[in-house]
T-cell receptor, first 112, second 115 residues
Framework: ETGVTQTPRHLVMGMTNKKSLKCEQH?????MYWYKQSAKKPLELMFV???????ENNSVPSRFSPECPNSSHLFLHLHTLQPEDSALYLC???????????FGSGTQLSVL | ELKVEQNPLFLSMQEGKNYTIYCNYS?????LYWYRQDPGKSLESLFV?????AVKQEGRLMASLDTKARLSTLHITAAVHDLSATYFC???????????????FGKGTHLIIQP
């Protein structure tokens, strides 16, 4: 148990569905992150929230929408995804920006 | 843009042997991390290297950082089967002057240690 909890663990969705991934950290950290892990590719940083403020990342498609209502919770809202979005989505937190990351177990997403 | 390259990407070795995994990065940084990922599991932090010449050791693993060469190494001594996993290095890109906050990861080294 790393102190970072992600739900659901597995998700299968159609291209027209809307779903949300949830992340909760119990470590009192000030920064939270979404990473995407695809086969044979490095972990890709998607979004960073530091003290609940989002750091812009213009390379992520708008079909992914993050939300950070407070320092302990982070969501990733998904809509009209594509099959190539199938991947493991990892949430992480750290005490401060770019400090040691504590990862959740991830959500394995399959888009049909 | 910061690039982080690990090699080898795949390594199969026998128990009892020594080996080194290399992590090169393209721009100035003085903060580097090593993580381990077991199959189907999340990433676990192994080492945090915060300055030039930093060396950290935990059991059979030892990590070092040379910021002038932009190189970190993860050395495995007398490998055992339990060390089989994928090892990632990650670099703090903030000194490079560009990009969003957050670490930049290498592709990972898939290590298999055979009895």
């Amino acid at each position: 148990e790393t102190g970072v909890t992600q739900t659901p663990r597995h998700l299968v969705m159609g291209m027209t569905n809307k779903k949300s991934l949830k992340c909760e950290q119990h470590l009192g950290h000030n920064a939270m992150y979404w990473y995407k892990q695809s086969a044979k590719k490095p972990l890709e940083l998607m979004f960073v929230y530091s003290l609940e403020e989002r750091v812009e990342n213009n390379s992520v498609p708008s079909r992914f929408s993050p939300e950070c209502p407070n320092s302990s919770h982070l969501f990733l809202h998904l809509h009209t995804l594509q099959p190539e979005d199938s991947a493991l989505y990892l949430c992480a937190s750290s005490q401060g920006p770019n400090e040691k990351l504590f990862f959740g177990s991830g959500t394995q997403l399959s888009v049909l | 843009e910061l690039k982080v390259e690990q090699n080898p990407l795949f390594l199969s070795m026998q128990e009892g042997k020594n080996y080194t995994i290399y992590c090169n990065y393209s721009t100035t940084s003085d903060r580097l991390y090593w993580y381990r990922q077991d199959p189907g599991k999340s990433l676990e932090s192994l080492f945090v290297l915060l300055s030039n010449g930093a060396v950290k050791q935990e059991g059979r693993l030892m990590a070092s950082l040379d910021t002038k060469a932009r190189l970190s190494t993860l050395h495995i001594t007398a490998a055992v089967h339990d060390l089989s996993a994928t090892y990632f290095c990650a670099v703090d890109p903030r000194l490079s002057g560009g990009g969003a906050d957050g670490l930049t990861f290498g592709k990972g080294t898939h290590l298999i240690i055979q009895p």
